[in-house]
Structure formats: C-alpha cells, structure tokens
C-alpha cells in the first residue's frame, strides 16, 4: 500500500517554513489505517517477546498507541504534556525541529525489567522520541523498539535513537 498518497503535505504549519505531514487524511482511510497497525503488529509480534507495555506520545500517538496495545495484548501508556496526568509524574524536557517541549508519564506506569515499545505518529529530530525514552529507562522499563507511521529521514532523527530498534513505515528522505 502506498501510504505517501495517504499523507497530505501542508505548507507554512505550524509556523512559516514548516512542511506539516499531515496523517488525518490517512486515519479517515480505513484500509490505509488497518495497514499501518497489521505492519507495526507484525514487526514486533515476531521479535523473542512481545512488550508489556506500549507507551505512546500526546496525541496522534495514542490513536495507534491504543490499537497496537489492544493488538498485542499489551498494557497502554500515555505520554502527556505537564500538567495533563493526574498522578505523580516524571517529566523531561527536549528540543523540537520549531522549538523546545516537555512530556510526562506516571511514575509507576512502568514495572522495572518491563518491555516496552514507545510509538508515535512521526520520527522528526527525535527529540520527543528521546524523552520518551528517558521516562520509559527512569522507571526501569527496557525500550525494545520505537515505531513510527511517518519518519523524516532528512531530519537524521534517528541518529538520536541509536541502539534502538526503530520501525518506520514512510520515510522522507528530502523534503517533498
């Protein structure tokens, strides 16, 4: 399936300069959706273990977060901005391609040794996914993998992530 014809593009969003990947148009389409979570399932099905935990990234990241979880018989993590959880949080700052951020998880939404895979909707600098490591590994939880639907390669994020298992569906090697 070609998930780029999925994808709309929109120019000047969030802020001037900025190519935004749209994936709105992608969850409206049932097959492509279906596709994205069967791909992502089947990477890590097949992996010695399959994660205790799936963590996912505010908010996009739920929307495939809580179907891989369901999917994978595995317990579901939110990673919200500050003051959005209501339990004792870990929280960790980090720099975005248009700015800089913070994301928080519960301190006890990871049991030490767990296997976790984090996903989120798009792999940009790695910033976001690098704080999300750093929150799973304060806890003690084991990254096993880190999943994307969107990765903009030209944005070399993934050499934030290395020593990482990262799984990515699209990949924008230059900006189109």
Do not use: W
Request: glycine share 8%; hydrophobic share 45%; proline share 3%.
């Amino acid at each position: 399936m070609d998930l780029k014809a999925c994808i709309r593009k929109i120019p000047d969003f969030p802020k001037k300069g900025i190519l935004f990947y749209d994936i709105t148009t992608l969850l409206k389409d049932q097959a492509a959706l279906k596709h994205v979570i069967d791909q992502v399932y089947e990477h890590y099905i097949k992996k010695e273990a399959a994660p205790a935990k799936i963590v996912a990234v505010e908010s996009r990241g739920f929307i495939f977060g809580a179907a891989l979880a369901y999917k994978l018989h595995a317990g579901f993590v939110p990673v919200r901005k500050p003051g959005k959880l209501p339990a004792k949080t870990l929280s960790t700052s980090y720099a975005l391609e248009y700015g800089k951020d913070s994301i928080c998880m519960h301190e006890d939404a990871i049991v030490q040794g767990e296997r976790v895979l984090i996903v989120d909707d798009l792999l940009a600098t790695g910033g976001t996914a690098k704080a999300a490591i750093d929150l799973v590994e304060k806890c003690g939880g084991k990254v096993i993998g880190l999943a994307f639907v969107v990765e903009l390669g030209f944005l070399r994020g993934r050499e934030k992530l290395k020593g990482y298992d990262v799984f990515s569906l699209v990949n924008y090697v230059k900006e189109e």
